[in-house]
């Protein structure tokens, strides 16, 4: 991916948005929720023959994969092309980009999801030849000095709300993104700003009613709480990523980041957030209780992205600020017909949290990790011993395939 940006603040709890590296897919071959049928013909001959690259910089890099701008040769059209390595880690991976370009099949009617215009297949890669989204990621605004080009309020209203239209449209579809972040939603323009696209389905799992879907996946700074306690995954788990989002968006602050990746989880798993900041002081109430509905630690408190769309933070959007880039009129008005219940009108406490169905510890989930106590942000004795107990708890719960250690020194941020 893009090089990191350096940090803007450095105060604990005002650190703004890092460029976080990517999450590295997952090696496990019983990986469940993936789609292995795809319509869209794999075109075998050379990829050079029909489309030229730009020359220059990458639009993105994974750890598995490359994108770069190219030209379709016959229509002069504009793509991206995202070059796809099948082995990884010496195993094969050519069902997670099956999953993926079905992924992007079965959002092809979205207007918020990036649309796939073409395969092709080499020996040992694949590539996703994808709409160019020309403004690049969100990200670039979030970091941007608050006085010079990031978003407005008002913006983030549009952008958040046709955010949340990609995602009511997957989650309808029984698709969970996994890895919602600044930098997996694009613009199709940044000068004026157009319209966000989703990309990056690589983590993004199908789930299904009668089977349930526990992996430890994500990044960091994104991750849901029940990702951390290794509790069932659903489309809550994006809602909290959504959540996230919108605070970074309005503020430039990453909400949970810490110092390191245990400081992170420790944040997110003790609700470790601020409302308190001066950049959320200067916004519109309904902008924080909009974000307050959907960063609750239980999935089912969180509000849906059917119910956010009516959230009246966003029903305060006029019809000027509504309108998208593009006339998207026709899918807003089915997107928005479907009904849902209100979202929950207050915050959980704390011992409402504890009298939830707290599941089996399973017994494999055995971590040799230790937590610092006084990285974090909280500093009474009662508060450290507090502290102390849960960090054991997520110790016992989290999944490491292999030693803390070692775990610290595989590059990029993905969790095992
Ligand atoms: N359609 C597109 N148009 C323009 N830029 C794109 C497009 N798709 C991806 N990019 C850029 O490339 C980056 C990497 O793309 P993507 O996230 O799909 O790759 P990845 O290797 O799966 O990444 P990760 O390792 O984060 O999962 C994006 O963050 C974005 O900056």
Known sequence: MIPECPRVGES???????????????????VSGLLSEIKTTIHTECFNDHYTIIPGKELGRGKF???????????GHDYAAKFMRKRRKGQDCRMEIIHEIAVLELATTSPRVVSLHQVYEMASEMVLVLEFAAGGEIFNQCVSDREDGAFTEKDVKRLMKQILEGVAFLHQNNIVHLDLKPQNILLTSSSPLGDIKIVDFGLSRMVCNHQELREIMGTPEYVAPEILNYEPISTATDMWSIGVLAYMMLTGISPFVGEDKQETFLNISQLNVSYTEEELQQLDQAALSFIQTLLRKRPQDRATAQQCLKHPWLQSLDSQEGQTAENQEAYHTASSSNSSPEPPSSITTPEEEEEGEEGPVTEELIVMAAYTLGQCRQSSTSEKEALAAEQKAISKRFKFEEPYSALQEVPGEFIY
């Open 12 to 30: 604990r709890g005002r650190t703004r948005v890092q460029h976080s590296p990517a999450p590295e897919p997952r090696q496990d071959r019983s």
């Open 65 to 75: 994969a490359v994108v770069r701008k190219c030209v379709e040769k016959c229509t």
